[in-house]
C-alpha cells in the first residue's frame, strides 16, 4: 500500500530502522565527547597533567578523527556505507572503553586518538547514508533529528557524569561506552545498504560513471571536475573555521561553567545537560528551518548568532542569568550541525559521496585540531572564557566563506543517474 512506503518508494519499516540505528550511533558519539568533557579536570588531576597538556588530548582526538573520516569516505564510496559504519562504530567505542585502564598521560592520549579514527568515520558517513533513503523536503529536518541524537547523547553523559564522577570518579565513564559494540552487531545484519549506492554501482558495473577516466579514484574524479573541485575547497575551508569553533567549545565549555561559577558540579552537571537540551531542539529545529527556508540562509544566520552569543556568555553571564544565556546558545549551537548532513550531502553525486562529505568534513577537523589547545593556551595565560570568547570569530569566517562560495541542493542523494545528468 501507498502509505507503507515513503516519497521515494522505500518502505518506511526499513526507513525507521535505517533511522533508529543511525541515532543509536550518533546517540553513542555524543555521549563519548561529552564524557570526556565532563572528565577532563578529574583526568588532568588523577595523570597528573598541565592544562596546557590536557588540551592536546582534545587536539589528538580531532586528528584521529579527521583521518578516519578522510579514509572512511573513500573506502564507503567502494565497498557501501553500512560496512563502515558498523566497524568505525566497534572501533571507538572499544577504544574508549579502554580510556579506563589508562594510567599515563601518554597512553591516555594515543588511545584516545586511535579511537578518533572510528568516531570520525562513523559520523561522516552516517549522515551520507542516511541522506540517501530521504527526499530532500524532509532530508534536513531528518537529518536534524540525528545530530540532535549527539545533544540526547550529551545529555545523558552529563547527567551520568553529575553523580557518577564525584561518587566513582572518572574511570567507569568510559567503561560504559562498549555497550554500543552490542547494537553494531545488529546495525550490520538488519539494516540494508543505501539504494542510491547500490545503483551507482550497478551503472559502474556497465561502464556508465561520472568519471572521466576508467577506474579514476573518487578524489580524482572531484578535482577534475571545476565545479565539484570548487565546492571541496570552500567546503574544506568553512568547516576549518566551523568545527575550529565547535570543537573549542565542546572541550572547555564544561570547565569554564564548573571554574567560573560559584555552583556545585552535581548543578554544573544539570546546567550542562539543560544547555544540550536546547542544543537538541536547536537541531530539530534548524532542520525544519532548513527545509523551509534554505539551507545556507539557516546555516550561516546560526554561526553569526553563535558567534555574538559565545562573548556574552563569558563577559554578562552571572548566577542569575547563566541558565537563560545557556539555553540561547545551546539552541543556536545545535542549528548548524542538524543542518549540516543535509546541506554537505545534496553538494555530491553518489559515486563520490562519501568522498566530497567525508573529505571536506575531515579536513576541517584535522585544520581545527589546535583549537581544543588554543583554549588551553589561552587558559593559562588569561581564562578559559577568553578562549571561548574568541571562537566567535571562527563562526563568522565559517558563515562568509559559505556565502561567497557554494550553492545548495546541487544534486538529488535519491537519484544516482541524476547525478550523471548534473555532472555531464
Same mark, same amino acid.
Given at each position: ?99 579506563? =585502564? ?80 552490542? =547494537? ?95 542544543? =537538541? ?144
Amino acid at each position: 500500500m501507498a502509505s507503507d512506503v515513503n516519497e521515494l518508494g522505500y518502505s518506511k519499516k526499513i526507513v525507521n530502522l535505517v533511522i533508529l540505528g543511525t541515532v543509536i550511533a550518533f546517540m553513542a558519539d555524543g555521549m563519548d565527547n561529552m564524557m570526556m568533557s565532563m572528565s577532563l579536570q578529574a583526568v588532568i588531576k588523577d595523570l597528573g597533567v598541565s592544562q596546557l597538556m590536557a588540551g592536546t588530548i582534545g587536539t589528538g582526538s580531532l586528528i584521529g578523527a579527521g583521518i578516519g573520516g578522510l579514509c572512511a569516505g573513500v573506502v564507503a564510496d567502494r565497498i557501501g556505507r553500512i560496512k563502515v559504519i558498523t566497524w568505525s562504530l566497534v572501533w571507538f567505542s572499544v577504544l574508549t572503553a579502554g580510556l579506563a =585502564f589508562c594510567h599515563t598521560f601518554n597512553s591516555f592520549f594515543w588511545i584516545r586518538l586511535l579511537a578518533g579514527l572510528g568516531l570520525g568515520a562513523e559520523f561522516s558517513i552516517g549522515s551520507v547514508y542516511v541522506a540517501e533513503f530521504i527526499s530532500t523536503k524532509k532530508r534536513a529536518f531528518t537529518l536534524g533529528i540525528l545530530t540532535a541524537m549527539w545533544a540526547v547523547g550529551y545529555m545523558i553523559a552529563a547527567l551520568m557524569a553529575s553523580y557518577l564522577l564525584p561518587a566513582w570518579g572518572w574511570r567507569p565513564m568510559f567503561m560504559i561506552a562498549i555497550i554500543p559494540t552490542v =547494537f553494531a552487531v545488529g546495525i550490520r545484519y538488519f539494516l540494508p545498504e543505501s539504494p542510491a549506492w547500490l545503483k551507482a554501482q550497478e551503472l559502474k558495473s556497465k561502464g556508465i560513471t561520472i568519471a572521466k577516466k576508467k577506474d579514476a579514484g573518487t578524489y580524482s574524479i572531484i578535482f577534475n571536475d571545476p565545479v565539484l573541485r570548487k565546492t571541496f575547497l570552500v567546503w574544506a575551508l568553512a568547516n576549518v573555521f566551523y568545527l575550529f569553533g565547535y570543537y573549542g567549545a565542546i572541550t572547555w565549555f564544561p570547565s569554564y561553567v564548573q571554574k567560573s561559577f560559584a555552583i556545585s558540579f552535581a548543578k554544573s552537571g544539570v546546567y550542562i545537560a539543560l544547555n544540550y537540551f536546547a542544543m =537538541f531542539i536547536g537541531g530539530l529545529a534548524g532542520g525544519r528551518m532548513a527545509d523551509l527556508w534554505g539551507r545556507k540562509k539557516v546555516f550561516c544566520g546560526a554561526c553569526i548568532a553563535i558567534a555574538i552569543l559565545a562573548p556574552a556568555l563569558v563577559y554578562f553571564a552571572n548566577p542569575s542569568n547563566l541558565m537563560y544565556l545557556l539555553l540561547a546558545f545551546g539552541f543556536c549551537y545545535g542549528i548548524p550541525p542538524g543542518i549540516q548532513g543535509a546541506f554537505q550531502a545534496e553538494c555530491w553525486p553518489t559515486a563520490v559521496r562519501g568522498t566530497g562529505l567525508g573529505g571536506t568534513f575531515n579536513i576541517g577537523r584535522l585544520g581545527s585540531f589546535l583549537s581544543p589547545l588554543f583554549i588551553g593556551v589561552l587558559a593559562v595565560n588569561y581564562s578559559i572564557g577568553a578562549g571561548i570568547a574568541a571562537l566567535g570569530v571562527a563562526y563568522v569566517l565559517a558563515a562568509i566563506t559559505l556565502i561567497v562560495g557554494v550553492g545548495e541542493k546541487q544534486f538529488d542523494c535519491s537519484d544516482a543517474e541524476h547525478d550523471l545528468e548534473v555532472v555531464a
